[in-house]
């Protein structure tokens, strides 16, 4: 009953910003770990950015410095903001939350269905 609902994508010219969200139902949010992950054609799916229960943040090197993940608990959503978009920033990206559907379950993994970036040149 898990399910990731991921929003915000489209066509942008480099340079340009866009905000990925992603909000989740049917599992306990606020302790879950929540990331983006992002495939381009020919390449593996590779970690993007991570933020977890607590609010600690991780990012592949190649977006440091211009994205940023947050989340709002209330909402029940995370965030991704892409700054100074570059035409290898265009991918499909997925939410991802790690976390439990009641205090008692197992932690397992979850994904949205993927949303489609595209910076051109």
């Known amino acids: 009953q898990v399910q990731l609902v991921e929003s915000g994508g489209g066509l942008v010219q480099a340079g340009g910003s866009l905000r990925l969200s992603c909000t989740a139902s049917g599992i306990i949010f606020s302790p879950a770990a929540m990331g983006w992950y992002r495939q381009a054609p020919g390449k593996q799916r590779e970690l993007v950015a991570r933020?977890?229960?607590?609010?600690?943040?991780n990012y592949v090197d190649s977006v440091k410095d211009r994205f940023t993940i947050s989340r709002d608990n209330a909402k029940n959503t995370v965030y991704l903001q892409m700054n100074s978009l570059r035409p290898e920033d265009t991918a499909v990206y997925y939410c991802?939350?790690?976390?439990?559907?009641?205090?008692?379950?197992?932690?397992?993994?979850?994904w949205g269905q993927g949303i489609q970036v595209t910076v051109s040149s």
């Open positions: 933020i977890t229960g607590g609010g600690r943040t």
């Open positions: 991802n939350a790690a976390g439990r559907v009641t205090v008692v379950s197992p932690q397992r993994e979850y």
